[in-house]
Nanobody, 124 residues
Framework: QVQLVESGGGLVQAGGSLRLSCAAS????????MGWFRQAPGKEREFVAV????????TYADSVKGRFTISRDNAKNTVYLQMNSLKPEDTAVYYC?????????????????WGQGTQVTVSS
């Protein structure tokens, strides 16, 4: 069982930056592939980024590539999402998720555990 708690969301102007954190419980954090997803009002939840168990490999959605960076610190049981050059269309609730699959998956169904989400609002 893994419990995930996101933090770091807030209100920021377009062009600004935020860093989201996701703290995981338990001693098996390094056994999970970790992903970030987001859900805007009236839209389906979508993939943002994923990183491997060691953090050596990552993939990103095209919409955030070059602006967002996912990283993890296994000693702290935490995964991060650094978001730069934010746009109003990045406004959403952001969720972190843990997958026991070793591959870098962008589909929601591959993820076993989810956090409660943190709101990110980007004003124009």
């Amino acid at each position: 069982q893994v419990q995930l708690v996101e933090s770091g969301g807030g209100l920021v102007q377009a062009g600004g930056s935020l860093r989201l954190s996701c703290a995981a419980s338990g001693r098996t954090f390094s056994r999970y592939t970790m992903g970030w997803f987001r859900q805007a009002p009236g839209k389906e939840r979508e993939f943002v980024a994923v990183t491997s168990r060691s953090g050596s490999r990552s993939t990103y959605a095209d919409s955030v590539k070059g602006r967002f960076t996912i990283s993890r610190d296994n000693a702290k049981n935490t995964v991060y999402l650094q978001m730069n050059s934010l746009k109003p269309e990045d406004t959403a609730v952001y969720y972190c998720a843990a997958s026991s699959d070793i591959s870098l998956r962008d589909g929601l169904t591959w993820y076993d555990y989810w956090g409660q989400g943190t709101q990110v609002t980007v004003s124009s």
